[in-house]
């Protein structure tokens, strides 16, 4: 009976093989991590929702128009129109005035989402401009931060 020679990859190739492997393997996880960890947004170098604390605001409505005045130290993007239903809350519509600076007042016709009007008991919650290193992007403060109109 004649000897069988089984011919196998050399150790130089499979460690090549392995090392190539585990690179595209964390590659693939790194990518993976990128897209869902995603860049925090900032301002005034610490978290945007912290920043929210520090607006002082008022807002009156008047129509289809919303005067806003900004009284704090923290540049106001808009606000978002909020109506308060049986313990729910419901968006009503938005005004967005670009940034409106400490001390500064403006008066803006609100954006209504489709069959929404003016109502009572809203609140106008105050819109941010968070910052990363590549894009600003707005940020809606959470509704404990809104003024009642």
Known sequence: MGLIKKRGISPVVATVLLISLAL???????????????EQELKFGAPVGEACKDIKFNADI????????NLGN???????????ISGA???IGSATFGTLQSGAGTVKKIEFAPGKEVASDMIAVPIILGE????????????EFGEPV
């Open 24 to 38: 595209v393997l964390a590659m693939i996880i790194f990518w993976w991590a990128r897209s869902t960890i995603k």
């Open 62 to 69: 008047s129509g289809e128009n919303i005067r806003i005045n």
């Open 74 to 84: 923290v540049p106001i993007y808009g606000v978002e129109i909020r109506r308060k």
């Open 89 to 91: 809350v419901e968006r």
């Open 132 to 143: 990363t290193a590549r894009y600003t992007k707005p940020f809606i403060c959470p509704e």
